[in-house]
């Protein structure tokens, strides 16, 4: 339902440099404008000739030049790798296979498969390379400049804001005193950033007052420059709770409300209406730092994949090491390691809703469904974090 929702409220596409559209979506298919390669192009150092042997030198071609035609048999150019070929070319000579004669004729034998590339043996003009929804990566953006591209169709990224409510939080120094360390700040818009979306430093605000009209102005603030509004505790209806009210007032409409997952169940993800009558979207996260997480990847994980254009993707299942309880009628995400080649999975200690120790020592978590447990040596579905490779490896 979160991915549906950002699919439905895609932006329009945007034409980006290629120097801009790394972590970017294609928003139209990557289609070759000639012919890749667009000319006969040697593969190695050496000669381009022109009938039996021996053969008499007539000039060279280097890479980037264009090639004047060999048009008399006994005839050759020395080539270049990456060089055009000449019309008339019959073979190629390695230069470490050809000798020189006093005379300064060329001899030697071509090998038995031809050694240049010809148009189109990659592809040909006006193939589909990579379909619309595909992330830009650098073997995108080098595919793009190969085809002749200087500038690409592109989804625009989805900006991301963070409001952390509670009168609670403290934001520098230890605990204490009846008040807790604010830990969501500096985690939810890193990870926010390893999904795609930009989060300004400005765009992060707290702790956010405990008073309705408090949540109200900083949820209307907070629209004004970002598409997807992260909002941290008040997702319950306790006495401070304010979330509820303040997404009332603002003419909010859920897309869902509380989603049957432990930890994390108290989540929500609205769509609330921008200063500009866009569409924009308020994910709720619970207030304890792993159900907060919890939330990040089961509701804003999907929806930016669906703002980006992109698929959803599918999860990995692996292999558990030690058994996995279920949490009743609730999905159970449990935190869990993987092992050097990413196929088995170990659960971690210190998972309680407010705790953070087990999720910095995780890959992510496990899937155990409603109504049933998970035993050692069963393959699960599993849920990664958004890490950079080579993280906890």
């Known amino acids: 339902m979160a991915y549906e929702a950002g699919r439905a409220a895609v932006g329009a596409a945007e034409t980006v440099p290629l120097a801009g559209a790394d972590g970017r979506t294609l928003a139209e298919p990557l289609v070759t404008l000639t012919d890749l390669p667009a000319f006969p192009t040697s593969s190695i150092d050496g000669w381009a000739v022109r009938g039996p042997a021996p053969w008499r030198p007539a000039g060279r071609v280097l890479a980037g030049g264009t090639a004047a035609p060999l048009t008399a048999d006994g005839t050759c150019v020395?080539?270049?790798?990456?060089?055009?070929?000449?019309?008339?070319?019959?073979?190629?000579?390695?230069?470490?296979?050809?000798?020189?004669?006093?005379?300064?004729?060329?001899?030697?034998?071509?090998?038995?498969?031809?050694?240049?590339?010809?148009?189109?043996?990659?592809?040909?003009?006006?193939?589909?390379?990579?379909?619309?929804?595909?992330?830009?990566?650098?073997?995108?953006?080098?595919?793009?400049?190969?085809?002749?591209?200087?500038?690409?169709?592109?989804?625009?990224?989805?900006?991301?804001?963070?409001?952390?409510?509670?009168?609670?939080?403290?934001?520098?120094?230890?605990?204490?005193?009846?008040?807790?360390?604010?830990?969501?700040?500096?985690?939810?818009?890193?990870?926010?950033?390893?999904?795609?979306?930009?989060?300004?430093?400005?765009?992060?605000?707290?702790?956010?007052?405990?008073?309705l009209e408090a949540h109200v102005a900083a949820i209307r603030d907070a629209l004004t420059v970002a598409d997807v509004v992260c909002t941290t505790g008040g997702t319950m209806n306790g006495p401070v709770d304010h979330l509820h009210p303040a997404l009332a007032e603002l003419g909010a409409e859920y897309v869902m409300n509380t989603v049957a997952v432990r930890p994390g169940f108290p989540m929500l993800l609205a769509r609330v209406p921008g200063p500009d009558g866009r569409t924009r979207f308020l994910a709720g996260l619970p207030g304890n730092p792993q159900s907060a997480v919890i939330a990040l990847i089961s509701l804003v994980a999907p929806l930016l994949a669906g703002l980006h254009g992109r698929d959803l993707p599918v999860l990995p299942r692996v292999e558990l090491t030690a058994p996995v309880p279920g949490r009743g009628a609730y999905t159970h995400l449990a935190l869990a390691a993987l092992d050097h080649d990413g196929r088995r999975a170990t659960p971690v200690g210190h998972v309680g809703s407010a705790m953070l120790r087990g999720l910095a020592g995780a890959h992510g978590f496990v899937v155990v469904r409603p109504d049933t447990e998970a035993g050692a040596g069963e393959l699960v579905p599993f849920l990664p974090l958004p890490l950079y490779a080579g993280e906890r490896s």
Request: hydrophobic share 40%; glycine share 12%.
């Open 78 to 211: 020395e080539i270049a790798t990456g060089a055009m070929v000449p019309a008339g070319t019959e073979a190629l000579i390695r230069v470490e296979e050809s000798t020189r004669d006093a005379d300064g004729l060329v001899g030697g034998a071509p090998r038995p498969v031809p050694e240049w590339r010809l148009p189109g043996d990659e592809a040909h003009r006006g193939e589909e390379l990579l379909p619309a929804g595909t992330p830009v990566d650098p073997a995108v953006l080098g595919m793009a400049a190969t085809c002749g591209y200087d500038a690409i169709e592109v989804r625009p990224l989805p900006r991301a804001a963070l409001l952390v409510f509670g009168d609670e939080l403290l934001t520098s120094g230890p605990p204490g005193e009846g008040r807790v360390r604010d830990s969501l700040s500096p985690l939810v818009p890193a990870w926010l950033r390893r999904y795609g979306a930009t989060v300004d430093t400005a765009a992060v605000r707290g702790p956010v007052r405990d008073t």
